[in-house]
């Protein structure tokens, strides 16, 4: 059975950090680029950012850049996602998803996408 479960997320106040972590099992993890999405309340899905198979690349959405950055360890099948800074406006559940190549903007576009984690930012 496929799984990514994300862990890690809470309630922060601004300016504060969190690290997500994403454990994946049932699929060859390092097979897959992984991405981060989140969804905030009321709003669509926005991809946060993604990393290649095996690191070597990393790659952001223009709002993230400089406050997120996304590692992975293949040899313990997790991705995590190191947000310094937060904002209100980042409050949003946090998903992890595996895709062969690249990223997407849709659930749709990934093979496997994880439960969700929720980050709040508020003081």
Do not use: H
């Amino acid at each position: 059975e496929v799984q990514l479960v994300e862990s890690g997320g809470g309630l922060v106040q601004p300016g504060g950090s969190l690290r997500l972590s994403c454990a994946a099992s049932g699929f060859t993890f390092d097979d897959y680029a992984m991405s981060w999405v989140r969804q905030a309340p009321g709003k669509g899905l926005e991809w946060v950012g993604a990393i290649s198979w095996n690191g070597g690349s990393t790659y952001y959405a223009e709002s993230m850049k400089g406050r997120f950055t996304i590692s992975r360890d293949n040899a313990k099948n997790t991705v995590y996602l190191q947000m310094n800074s937060l904002k209100p406006e980042d409050t949003a559940v946090l998903y992890c998803a595996a895709r062969r190549y690249g990223w997407g903007y849709t659930k749709d576009a990934y093979n496997y996408w994880g439960q969700g984690t929720q980050v709040t930012v508020s003081s």
